[in-house]
């Protein structure tokens, strides 16, 4: 069994990994070939519209060279990279026609990989489509040339309007790009959303800059350490997304060698953990947690009983009722495993407060800390319920395994009192659908009452040890 890294961090490690060297996968051609084709068409488009006059060359020049040299200082996300362009952009926008303004950025892409040519061998095809990044270039292209106003002509309510089409094309052009290349949702490409904000951020003194280009040249330079500042931020960023990533391994071998251990120290013990793993990622996805509660709830699945390694085997494999002294010795697995796992620190101590609840109860009456209802944490709740069926649902040292229209009767009669009404219906649709039966009809009728009027049972699997 393997603990995988949530799809942000695997979409993460990607990013990281790729290299400008890399040969582009069948998809990325593709996508290039077409961003590519469509860019072209609509530069030749916007030609037509505002056919371009004179201009100065030596502004155009720099802010192009200022351009490429924002295009290296690359801030890595999950799901690529943003460059601080808008630093340059702005003034090539003000230096240029509009017609022009896409072509000088599209030549700004191939001119930025002149450092890696000298580095070492770059493919043709990636070197030739990366003009096609240059999609955010055409929104405010298209206002000045509809228009048919120069961006130095232009008034503030236009140049707001050229931002908002900046934004506007770009998103939808990495929206299409990502969802084809990287086959990411959209709820994951909006959380990277932030970088429109920073682009936003960045326009004001690009701004200032491009006002006095026309009047001195040299304007589009001063923005180059400003560039190299941000260089220093983009690249100690790299290397603690290159550190939490190895950080996030690190915890994930961790998590794999106390499993093993737990396995190791008791056979049925580990692969009970093991079991109960898948079933409750099976629950957790049907109510719809978020990636780091999916996270912690993994971690503490495989976990929840690494604590016994500190409790005595003859308490563990005892075949008969325990007593008094040995009931509490074994409840102190709970406590103990979240101490282990706060030692390991990160979010693991996050994963221990799940492992050390997870022998609460719904009504209150559970251990170490008698928490009830919802103030237990909900991955401890869809545990408690995992943990409960197959621990039913398994042979025990002080009993056979129980069948699964008991287990079900079991469970649904706990429903309420010792587990969560809601994750005991989940996981019953859930092990009804792998039996190839129906959801039992009076567990859906128990779920709709709350604690208050549900008996108090006295569960089998409950009279003399815990359900793990």
Not at 258 to 283: F, I, P, R
Request: with cysteine; hydrophobic share 50%.
């Amino acid at each position: 069994m393997s603990i995988q890294p949530s799809q942000e961090e695997q979409l993460l490690e990607d990013t990281l990994l790729r290299r400008e060297g890399a040969r582009l996968s069948t998809r990325e051609q593709v996508s290039g070939a077409v961003s590519l084709t469509a860019f072209a068409a609509v530069t030749a488009a916007l030609w037509q519209i505002s056919p371009p006059g004179s201009f100065a060359v030596l502004p155009a020049v720099l802010c192009v060279l200022v351009l490429a040299l924002s295009i290296r200082v690359r801030f890595f996300t999950p799901l690529g990279f943003t460059v601080p362009s808008q630093l340059a952009f702005v003034p090539l926008v003000f230096a240029l026609p509009p017609a022009i303004v896409p072509i000088a950025v599209a030549s700004a892409f191939p001119i930025a990989t002149i450092p890696t040519l000298f580095r070492g061998r770059i493919p043709l095809g990636r070197l030739v489509l990366q003009s096609g990044n240059a999609w955010f270039s055409i929104g405010p292209a298209a206002v000045f040339a509809i228009a048919h106003v120069s961006a130095d002509q232009a008034s503030p309510a236009l140049l707001l309007a050229a931002l908002g089409a900046q934004f506007l094309v770009d998103s939808a052009a990495a929206a299409w790009t990502i969802s084809v290349t990287r086959e990411a949702s959209f709820s994951q490409q909006l959380r990277d959303s932030w970088i429109y904000a920073v682009d936003a951020a960045l326009t004001p003194p690009a701004l200032v800059c491009a006002q006095t280009l026309h009047r001195t040249p040299l304007a589009a330079v001063a923005l180059v350490p400003l560039l190299g500042l941000l260089a220093v931020f983009a690249h100690e960023r790299q290397k603690r997304l290159e550190s939490m990533l190895e950080l996030s391994n690190a915890y994930r071998g961790t998590a794999l060698v106390l499993g093993d251990v737990v396995e190791a120290d008791d056979g049925y013990t580990g692969q009970h953990c093991k079991s109960v793993v898948g079933l409750a990622l099976d629950v957790a996805t049907e109510l719809e947690l978020d990636a780091a509660e999916l996270r912690n709830l993994e971690f503490a699945a495989l976990l929840h009983d690494v604590g016994k390694i500190a409790i005595p085997k003859e308490i563990i494999n005892k075949t008969g009722k325990l007593d008094s002294h040995e009931w509490e010795v074994i409840k102190t697995h709970t406590v103990e495993g979240q101490k282990m796992l706060d030692r390991v620190g990160g979010f693991m101590r996050e994963v221990g407060l799940i492992v050390r609840s997870h022998h609460e109860r719904w009504d209150g009456a559970g251990y170490p800390d008698r928490l009830a209802g919802e103030t237990i944490p909900v991955a401890a709740r869809i545990v408690s319920c995992c943990d409960t069926w197959n621990a039913m649902r398994t042979d025990r040292p002080y009993r056979r395994a129980l069948s699964y229209a008991a287990a079900a009767a079991e469970l649904a009669n706990a429903s309420g009192t010792q587990l969560d009404p809601t994750v005991v219906e989940v996981l019953l649709r859930i092990v009804a659908v792998e039996e190839g039966l129906r959801e039992p009809a009076p567990a859906t009728d128990r779920f709709s009452r709350g604690a208050a009027d549900a008996p108090q049972p006295r569960l089998a699997y409950d009279s003399a040890r815990p359900a793990c």
